[in-house]
């Protein structure tokens, strides 16, 4: 099972005299067709990851998920059937976005100096009541190797 991502392309943005004054990165359009219908995102919320550091690995059986590294980059490891899948995001890495589909165990590691901020766009809107977070084994994964 390979697990839906996508680059998402960075726009220039100029003041009214033409000069570039930043950019833009579109990460959600319900006409690029990349979430599956009846699975577009509920929520969008900012998780940040410090230097170094690993959220997860856990996974959801009520939740998907859908990751984009906005500032600095991050490694999506995601455990599949055939072993584990690896999606690069942030700033050297096209700003992508990986969906991870429900009962799909993931972790999010940070591999800046500085915190990266991830936005999650899940499916339905996390609630703190919710109680789907569900602890996985990663055991074999070496997190040390980049």
């Given at each position: 099972?390979?697990?839906?991502?996508?680059?998402?392309?960075?726009?220039?943005?100029?003041?009214?005299?033409?000069?570039?004054?930043?950019?833009?990165?579109?990460?959600?359009?319900?006409?690029?067709?990349?979430?599956?219908?009846?699975?577009?995102?509920?929520?969008?919320?900012?998780?940040?990851?410090?230097?170094?550091?690993?959220?997860?690995?856990?996974?959801?059986f009520i939740r998907t998920?859908?990751f984009t590294c906005i500032?600095?980059?991050?490694?999506?490891?995601?455990?599949?059937?055939?072993?584990?899948?690896?999606?690069?995001?942030?700033?050297?890495?096209?700003?992508?976005?990986?969906?991870?589909?429900?009962?799909?165990?993931?972790?999010?590691?940070?591999?800046?100096?500085?915190?990266?901020?991830?936005?999650?766009?899940?499916?339905?809107?996390?609630?703190?009541?919710?109680?789907?977070?569900?602890?996985?084994?990663?055991?074999?994964?070496?997190?040390?190797?980049?």
């Amino acid at each position: 099972m390979l697990l839906n991502s996508k680059s998402n392309p960075k726009f220039q943005t100029k003041n009214s005299q033409g000069k570039v004054n930043g950019f833009l990165v579109p990460l959600y359009n319900i006409h690029d067709g990349f979430f599956p219908s009846g699975k577009e995102p509920q929520q969008v919320y900012l998780t940040v990851i410090a230097p170094g550091e690993i959220k997860g690995p856990h996974l959801h059986f009520i939740r998907t998920g859908c990751f984009t590294c906005i500032k600095g980059n991050a490694r999506f490891v995601l455990k599949i059937d055939e072993g584990y899948q690896v999606v690069m995001s942030g700033e050297d890495h096209e700003y992508r976005s990986v969906i991870v589909p429900t009962g799909v165990p993931a972790a999010l590691q940070n591999l800046g100096k500085e915190d990266a901020y991830v936005l999650n766009m899940p499916q339905p809107a996390w609630t703190p009541d919710m109680n789907d977070e569900h602890s996985a084994d990663f055991s074999d994964f070496d997190f040390s190797v980049i």
